[in-house]
Structure formats: structure tokens, C-alpha cells
């Protein structure tokens, strides 16, 4: 009788079998899919972004003519403000190219200088008066076609270049004479936002986030860590208690846009304070980021050993005593874990900033927290909105920055995280 | 400037108070508190009722600055312009110089006395406060100086305090919620007052036009929000097709069949996900995902929009991937080991103890873990907005353009706008929809774990 049924039944093992590697196999495959999905991501802005740490430059003479630049020979700062720079720049740029002579012919020329020319002719001036008169060799930055055109291997074919084939001779000309070249771009971290993709750089949006982040700190941290404690060690089970703790489980899950809403209804039009602002930005996202550091510090209260509060109390401390000399110290890289991982998700909220107005276009670094100043990524999201191709590469060049600051950020929790497991052994 | 010379001054005081009275305390015997704590009392002292007296700066600008503004400007121009709340607008951002050069020399005479009056009263306001400030710091002084005597309770008065502004603090959650809440009702009222509900709730067609002054003809567009109702689920229920599969899988290989080695580098790499802001996400769907589906649609024969639904919802899906694997992990995880010995012992493969006993009765757990993810996808802005357009099309086709609330919300608000306009109260409507959707899935999410995690105590 059993061996009759054998050969059914080894079938039936063999199917049972291939139906557990083939569960087994899904799960695999999930996990590759989510894995290579990560990884297509981050290859595809690296390799769009890292273009943009390079930075096409040409190095040519400038004739600094006093007589060109319409100033006096020891020029007044108000003077040097007025001093045709921009004709200079032209004239010098044009002396390379004297067989070109036609208008139309000089203006398609000029395209291939960046508008930042002019501006390092300015400041080269305004720091050396004494070099008025006289010629200098300056390095450049060119245009942002240009950019790109060199950039991409002089090879207009695969980024479909804007530049005409005259531009194209004349640069080839001006490589060839080994005038153009590339250097690291520390114009993108220290410019403000641009019109012009070759000037434009993330310094304005950085100090924003920071000053941003900064508010956010100050604001969310005590109020976090206050509601924690007085939630963990003070509270009895009432039922006004757990509506703030249903509460705080809540707001961690209501979308950013409404926060957004908030702050637009209440902090600007209630309050008044000042639009497009890091201080507004900053308490919107400090609501926000408020029921990550309570869940955080909460959990981080529980862990410490009941023992180390009944040793302080039997040394005639009072609860308060106990908690902040003793329980808070033990939690604190619990919630100093929980602050940093608050804060990364904060660095990286865009939608309730772009409602309380900071997508305005502002063209200098913010000094102080009530300036007018945009964050990191509204700048992303205000650059890959813009129809400038030259933005492309910029756009991911800034989120290759705010990644580095992600992972800084989360390296240092994981940190914190180990620091704290290897003391409470 | 003034904010931060106030903020120094209220520092100074503070800190100034707080060592005098540690130092006249340093200076008395027979203490009954510590000397630290006569410092902390007169601080606090001094501290709170500044503290308190600054918020009176937070309401100023509506209840001081804005009436007397409104005043200054002639009977002619408001009739003209039935708007105070935007032309209040339009003067604040004319003073603080956040309003482009050609259209501030187009500023009527009427608006740049209104402009200076602003800055005047603000600076005369903030005078005002800074004074105030200063007194209140004073007479906390005088109070707690007067009240020293070595027999004081510097410490257990100081640890009242302390309790107060704990509990203070975790009142703060609350009241962000009712700011919320309030804040979205409101405006919502407002909202229907100019648009009638059922056309909101039931109509087909979205069109909020661009209405700058409320007098220009044309300004009520149409608003039915089925559309947006409609997009929005189209691209979550995308997500959750990409993200369900993929998620769940790898939280069961990740569960029961991976080595600890190979679970303690994924999780943190799903995770990953979790963490890229969502704005990079939008990049990424915009420029590579939807070129890409285009030119696949093109290769098949079909036509696809350059900013698909399609596109917006696949990339979500891979953001939300972990908000469903991460938390069937730990739902699945834990399942009592007996019940798998159990299964595994009447001669079960792994696959079907893991099919027929541990999902079922990890089921609740998975089911809430979908309802947040689910919630998440809802709620998500920036793919959206960047990824899946602006127009509102009601359409069961994933190829085609389509608009979320979420898009919308940002849509309406990002520019300058009318406040009373109904497309800027519009926003808030869509808000509150959205806040309300979301909070019933995640109360429904959280009931179903509870209830799981009940069972297994």
C-alpha cells in the first residue's frame, strides 16, 4: 500500500518544495526590487549632479582701462559702484577675437562669458584700485552653455547644446589655445540663488536651513523634553492625560501640508510674523518635529532602571532632583537620538515651507533669522521647476548635499544610539 | 534687530536677578534652601512674567497694527477695494521690502502713506513691548526680593514651577491640534459660505481661477473637488500596488527566512527610503521616471502624459515601501514562536506555515500597517505636485495627467493671494478633508493594533 503512493506522494513533496523556494524567492526578489529601486535613485542623481562641482572657467587678460571704466584715476567707492565694468570685460574678450567685427556677431561672442565675469572684474577692482590702467589675467566663469558644452566632451550631440556652430568654432579656438578650463565650483556653496544657472549656488539656502533647523532646535527640544517628563514621571492616568498622549500619536501622523495650513493661517495671518522668514519656518516645523522628540525621550525615560530613581529618592532627593540629576542624564542620548532624527526629517520637509512663502526668489545670503531667506530643499524644489536646463545638474547637485547632511545626521544618531547601549551594560 | 536686543535685554535681567539672589543668599546663614535655588527663584521670577508679557507681541499685529493701518487708508480706496485683508497684505510686504522694485514704484499714493504708517506703528508697538517687558522683569524682581528670608522655600517654590511649565509644555501638542483644527474649520465656514457644499463634495469640475482682487469679473471659479478626490486615490492606490507586494515580501524574507547578518544591513537600507525627503523623490519622478514611461508608451503604441499619474504613483511606492515593511516586520516577528513549532511540527513547509498560520494571525497588524502606509501616500505633497500636474481630469487612466488635494493645497497657496478670495479658502477646505481622512485611518490603525497586541499579552 505505500509503496503504491509513493511516487504520488514524492510528487507531491517535490511541488510542496519548489513552493517553498518559490515563496522564499519572492521574498528575495522584494528585497532586490526595493534595494536596486534605492540604488537607480542614488546613481541617477549622482550622475547627474557631480557635473556641477566642476565649474568651466576661462583665464584671459583684462585691460583695465581707467578712461573704458569712465572713473578717475583714484576712484571713489561710489565711483567704482558706477564704473563701466561690464565694457571692459567685453572689450578684453573681444581683443581675442579681433576678426570678428559685425554686431549681431560680437553679441552671440559675449554669450559664451558669464554674466559673473563682470562681477569677478568688479570685485578684483574694488579690492586692488591700484591694477586700474594697467592689464591683469583673471580666471572666469563661463556661460552656462558653454558649461555644459564643454563639460559634456565638446560633444553637442548628446546634450543638444544651445550654442551655434560660430560659438562652437570659437570656443574650440579658445580650448585650443588652452584657455578653458575646469575648476572645483566653490561659487555653488557660497552664491545665493541666481537667474543664471552657471552663478546660481545653495550658500543663501544653506544658512536658511540652519537658521531654519536652529529655531526648530531651540523651540521643539525643551518644550519636547518638558512634555516628556511631566508625560513619563508626572502625569496620573486621567482622562485629560490621554487625550494629549492620543493627541501626540496623532500629530505625528497628520500630513506636513497641514502644518503648512497652520502655520499660513495662524503664525503668518494671526500672529503676523514675518513671511518667507526662517523664524516662521522654523516654528512650523518645530510643531512638526515636537511629537518625534516627546516619542523619543519617552522611550528613552522608560529605559532607565527604576533602581537609579530609588537610590536618588533614598538619599532624600526630591522627584524633581531625581529627574533632572539623575533620570535625565541616563536618558539623554535616548533623546538626543530621537532630537537628530527629528531634525533630518525636518531638513528635508518642503511643503509646509513653500506655504508660509519661502519659495520667494532671493538673491542674497540671509544674515539674520527674520530675513527674508529660502531653505535647501524649496531651493531644490524651485530649481527643478525651473525651465533653465542648466538647473538640471545644479538640482542634483543640491540633493547630493542634503543627502551628505542626511547621512551625517543619522550616522551621528546611530552613534549616540551605540554610545547609549554600551553604558547601560 | 529689536527682537534680538529685546531677547538680550530679557537674558541680562534674568541672569542679573538670578545671581543677586544667589549671592545675597551665599551671604545669609541658616538657609533653608540651597544658595543655587534662591538664584533659580529670582530668575524664574523675573523670567516668566517677561515671558508672558512677550506674547502680547504675538497678538499685536492683529489686534494693534492692523485696525490702526486700516484706518489710515481712505474712505475711497477701501470701498474700492472690497479686500482689507489683502490689501493689509499687500502693505506689509511692501514694507518689509519683499515686493519687487516695478511693482512698488506702482504703489498708489495712498498705499506708501499706509506703508510708513505700518512702520511706524510696528516700531511704536514694538517700543511699547520692549517697555512693558522691561517692567514686568522689574516688579518680578521687587516682588521676589522682597519676599527673601533665609527661611524661604527657595526650592520646593522653584520645583512648583517647575511642574507648572512641565505640564505647560505638554500642553503644547494639544494645542498645535486645536490650532489646527480651529484654523481649518474656520476657514472651511468661510469657504462655504462663498461655495456651496454639495458642489465641493459632489461636482466634477475644479477650476479655482486666478483671482488677485476680488472685484475682477470672473474671480469664483468652479469648485468640485471629485476630481482631486479621484486623482488622489488613483495615485495612492498605485503606490500601495508597488508598495504592498514588495513590502510585505521583503518583511517576511526579512522575518523568517534571513540570516540576522543580512537583516541588521536591510532594514536600515529599507529604511533609507524613508528617510530621502520627498522633494528629491518629485525630482527623480519628473525627470527620469515619466520620460521613461513616455518612451515606453511610445514603444508599445500609446500615449502617455509627460506628467502621468503613473509616474507620481510608482515612485511613491517606492518611498512608502518601508512604512509597510518595516512595521509587518515587527507585527510578524511578533507572532509566538509555539505557533510556528506547531505548524512546522505536523510536517508543514516553512512557506505554508508561514502562508497558513503566522500571516493570519499577523493579519491586524499587517491590515494597520497598510492603513498608515495608505495614509501616507494620501498625505504626500512633493511627488505630487512636482510629478502628477496641475490639471484636474477625471479619468480612470493611469497614463493621464491628474491632480491630488495635497497639489492643490500647495498650488493655491504658493504665491501672493487674496486671503478672503474662495480659491486661497479653498486650500483650507481640501485640508480639512485631508486632515480628516488621514486621522480616521490612522485612529482605525491604531484600534486594529491595540486590539492585536491585546491578544497576545
Sequence with gaps: MHNLDSTIQQKRDRRRMFADLRFRAYGIFGLLI????????????????????????????????????????????????????????????????????????????YKLISLGAELDLRDHIRLQPESIGSTVTLTVPMSSDVDQYFKAGLNGEEIKSRLNEKQKAWLQTLVDNGQVTTRFNTDFFTHADSRYPELAGIGGAMVGTMYTLLICLLIAFPLGVAAAIYLEEFSRDTFLTRIIEANINNLAAVPSVIFGLLGLAVILNVFGLPRSTPLAGGIVLALMTLPTIIIACRSAIKTVPPSIREAGMAMGASPIQVIFHHVMPAAMSGTLTGTIIGLAQALGETAPLLMIGMVAFIANVPSMPNDPATALPVQIYLWAESAERGFVEKTAAAIMVIIVFLIAMNLLAVILRNRTRISNK | ????????????????????????????????????????????????????????????????????????????????????????????????????????????????????????????????????????????????????????????????????????????????????????IFETLRFFQQVPFTEFLFGTHWSPQMAIRADQVGSSGAFGALPLFAGTLMIALIAMMVAVPVGLYSAIYLAEYAQPKVRTYAKPALEILAGIPTVVYGFFAALTVAPLIVDICRAMGMSASSESALAAGLVMGVMIIPFVSSLSEDVISAVPQSLRDGSLAMGATKAETIRKVVLPSALPGIVSALLLAFSRAIGETMIVVMAAGLAANMTA?????????????????????????????????????????????????????????????
Design chain 2, 1 to 184: 534687530m529689536n527682537s534680538l536686543l529685546t531677547l538680550l535685554i530679557a537674558m541680562s535681567l534674568t541672569f542679573l536677578s538670578g545671581f543677586r539672589g544667589w549671592y545675597r543668599a551665599n551671604s545669609e546663614s541658616n538657609l533653608r534652601s540651597r544658595p543655587i535655588y534662591h538664584g533659580l527663584n529670582h530668575g524664574l521670577w523675573v523670567a516668566l512674567p517677561m515671558l508672558a508679557v512677550s506674547c502680547l507681541w504675538l497678538v499685536s499685529d492683529s489686534l494693534i497694527i492692523k485696525p490702526s493701518v486700516l484706518s489710515v487708508l481712505t474712505q475711497n480706496s477701501t470701498q474700492l477695494l472690497v479686500d482689507a485683508d489683502f490689501r493689509y497684505l499687500e502693505i506689509t510686504q511692501a514694507a518689509q521690502g519683499l515686493i519687487s522694485a516695478s511693482s512698488e514704484a506702482a504703489l498708489d499714493e495712498d498705499t506708501k502713506r499706509a506703508v510708513a504708517h505700518y512702520l511706524l506703528t510696528r516700531q511704536n508697538t514694538d517700543n511699547g513691548i520692549l517697555l512693558l517687558i522691561i517692567a514686568s522683569g522689574l516688579l518680578g524682581f521687587r516682588s521676589v526680593v522682597r519676599r527673601f528670608k533665609s527661611s524661604t522655600p527657595a526650592r520646593e517654590q522653584v520645583e512648583r514651577i517647575v511642574k507648572i511649565l512641565l505640564a505647560a509644555s505638554s500642553g503644547v501638542a494639544v494645542l498645535t491640534t486645536a490650532g489646527i483644527v480651529l484654523a481649518l
Design chain 1, 34 to 109: 526595493a534595494g536596486s529601486a534605492l540604488l537607480f535613485l542614488l546613481v541617477n542623481i549622482f550622475s547627474t549632479g557631480y557635473d556641477a562641482f566642476r565649474q568651466t572657467v576661462i583665464t584671459m587678460e583684462f585691460n583695465i582701462d581707467a578712461d573704458v571704466l569712465d572713473v578717475s584715476a583714484m576712484p571713489s567707492t561710489e565711483e567704482l559702484q558706477e564704473a563701466n565694468t561690464l565694457k571692459v570685460a567685453k572689450n578684453s574678450f573681444y581683443a581675442l577675437f579681433p576678426e570678428v567685427k559685425k554686431r549681431k556677431n560680437k553679441r552671440s561672442l
Design chain 2, 397 to 457: 487612466n493611469p497614463l493621464e495627467s491628474v491632480t491630488t488635494i495635497t497639489a492643490q493645497i500647495v498650488t493655491t497657496l504658493v504665491g501672493d493671494q487674496s486671503f478672503d478670495s474662495p480659491k486661497t479658502l479653498s486650500a483650507f477646505a481640501l485640508g480639512l478633508t485631508l486632515f480628516f481622512f488621514t486621522l480616521m485611518l490612522n485612529i482605525i490603525a491604531l484600534r486594529v493594533v491595540r486590539k492585536y497586541r491585546e491578544q497576545y499579552a
